[in-house]
C-alpha cells in the first residue's frame, strides 16, 4: 500500500526504528526516496541508518516537515 501511494519519488519521514521500519523499509528505499527516520532511540535509529545509508536520522523532537509522514511506532496521537 505504501509503494502505490508514493507514485514518484518524495520526502518521507518514517516515525520509529524498530522491527516494522526494518519491515518497511526495503520496500521504499529503492525507489529514490528521499527519507529521514525519526525517533525517540537514536541508538537504534542509528542500527537502522548502518543497514539503509541513504536514509537521514533526527530525533523525533525535531520539526517533521516531508510531505509523506509513516507512523511505525507505538505513539499515542498526542505525541505525533
Known amino acids: 500500500l505504501i509503494r502505490k501511494m508514493l507514485k514518484a519519488p ?5 516515525i520509529g526504528s524498530g522491527a516494522f ?5 526495503p520496500w521504499i528505499y529503492k525507489d529514490e526516496n ?6 525517540r532511540n537514536r ?6 541508518q548502518s543497514k539503509f ?4 536520522v533526527q530525533s523525533l523532537s525535531e520539526a517533521i516537515t ?3 509522514v509513516i507512523v511505525a511506532a507505538p ?5 505525533i
Not at 545509508?53 to 537521514?56: D, G, L, Q
Open 10 to 14: 518524495a520526502d518521507v519521514s518514517i
Open 21 to 25: 521500519v526494518l519491515d518497511i523499509l
Open 34 to 39: 528521499r527519507i529521514t527516520l525519526a525517533a
Open 43 to 48: 541508538e537504534a535509529a542509528l542500527a537502522v
Open 53 to 56: 545509508e541513504k536514509i537521514a
Open 66 to 68: 516531508s510531505a509523506v
Open 75 to 79: 505513539l499515542a496521537a498526542s505525541e
